[in-house]
């Protein structure tokens, strides 16, 4: 099977595996270090992993979709995923996904027809003291208004 | 203001090891405590009265007493770097402004229980602080305070940062452990305690990363001095408290442990309600923590007086309610939230959770029936105490006492048939 993970995955687990006794230990680093790769993880990915871990393929899928953080299905270039949690909800994030519902034109879940953005509502992030809060792929956007969301879709369009 | 550990520090000025040494005695307390036998160094912690600041509150160095000593296996030592129990959010802080303190605290803590491998396993939306965090490691081992024989005392102690993927149960302890082995972070049936049986088979110590940060504090001076910078009797040291919600001024404070009580927190420390409006309600610790009335905030804020009123003390996340929000809709949310993060072991948590979600949910959405109270409450009581970990006990306390407590405001939901401020 043609690799579809690069070296670089496959230097930075090296430099990883004397870390833990176990290589099994390893999963959830090579889950996250595959996906910065390919945005996603198909199957063929989670294979892979198998594959250099030693493990069944679907003992990967079955930790894999134990973790929210694991795209198992694709998702657009830029993925919105908007706090709904306490603090978040009482500093006006319910309002927020609606006005980017509105904006992006998908519901929460989705994904735009251009592939661009995917929408989600998230558990709380912890960054209640600056709610309501957002990720933006790896970053975070806090202390959010309609007005600040629409400018950072702007600069992403 | 009394004494503060922390806040002064918690800014990107900070982080730097050169500020962390000029500024914080920086491994001042590593080398203090090689000059230790490793027992001394628990004791001291055990005469701290340090508990774990990550929500149960357990005295550290008893936790750390309970590693064996003769065990010819290999020990752990992990920071619960998970901080995902809403509200809280003082760990962040801690890791991206002041990492040393942490390094430090862990190389401590490995000395003293006879660890040489460390993890923090920190959660996975924290990115940023895991890069900050592999930074401050990097230049930690460069400059001779992790890795083999450190400060030439002969004591290796080797730390990883490991990453989780978003759910909550990984911040249950050993829920954390199995996520840490590669597996679902299903938590495990206890005994045996992590302490005899943790992380890889090992003998495993899980604190929480405020409390080992605490540890470099207590070395450099003294178990006693730490102690008494509590207010209340067998809570040592200060607390950050993460203050979130309707209120004037969110933030991280810092107070002596059990120096205020929740009124003082809201009102002169967090700037009052915001708007002005009128208070509602307010959940001390976390979004498991049952819930106060705005009657009920003339208690005292740590562990043993907010026990006594029926709540807790948690990971000291305070979440300000005001009369803008419904309180309905809060805690159909709050439900919510426990049912997508049980990990589904639990027969009684996995239905109850959901089932109480879509109960909340019909009466939220002016579809209550009558008897929809008393089948919460039974519900919640069938989750209470009835489950392999503290998730079940989490979800059912808060949906108790909003439906004891608010009984008005979900009676009014049920038989106006809406909500009443949608």
Known sequence: MAKILSPKFYDAMKKLEPRYPTKVALLLPALHQAQEETSWLPSEVLEEIGEYIGIHPAQVREVASFYTMYNLKPVG??????????????MGAEALVEHCEKKLDIKLGETTADKRFTLHEEECLGACGTAPAMMLNDDYHESLTPAGLDEIIRRLS | MSETLYVQHLNEEARPLAYYLSKMDGYTALKKAFTMAPDDITAEVKKSNLRGRGGAGFPTGMKWGFIPKQSPKVKYLVCNADESEPGTFKDRDLMRYTPHLLIEGMVIGGFAIGSSIGYIYIRGEYTR????????????????????????????????????????????????????????????????????????????????????????????????????????????????????GHVKKPGVYEIAAGAMTVRQLIYDVAGGILNDRKLKAVIPGGSSAPVLTADEIDVIYDIEPLAKVGTMMGSAALMVVSEDYCVVRLIERITKFYAHESCGQCTPCREGCKWMEDVLHRIEHGHGREEDLALLLDIADNINGKTLCALGDAAAGPVTSFVKKFKADFEAHIRGKRCPSA
């Open chain 1, 77 to 90: 270039k830029y993925h919105l995923k908007i706090c709904t949690n306490v603090a978040c909800c009482l």
């Open chain 2, 129 to 244: 602080e895991a890069k900050l965090l592999q930074i401050a490691i990097d230049e930690a081992y460069e400059k001779g305070y992790l890795g083999k024989n450190i400060l030439g005392s002969g004591f290796t102690f080797d730390l990883t940062v490991h990453r989780g993927a978003g759910a909550y149960i990984c911040g249950e302890e050993t829920g954390l452990l199995n996520s840490l082995e590669g597996k679902r972070g299903e938590p495990r049936v206890k005994p045996p305690f992590p302490a005899q049986s943790g992380a890889f088979g090992g003998p495993t110590i899980v604190n929480n990363v405020e409390t080992l940060t605490n540890v470099p504090f207590i070395i450099n001076k003294g178990g006693e001095w730490f102690a008494k910078l509590g207010k209340v009797e067998k809570s040592g040291g200060t607390r950050l408290i993460s203050i979130s």
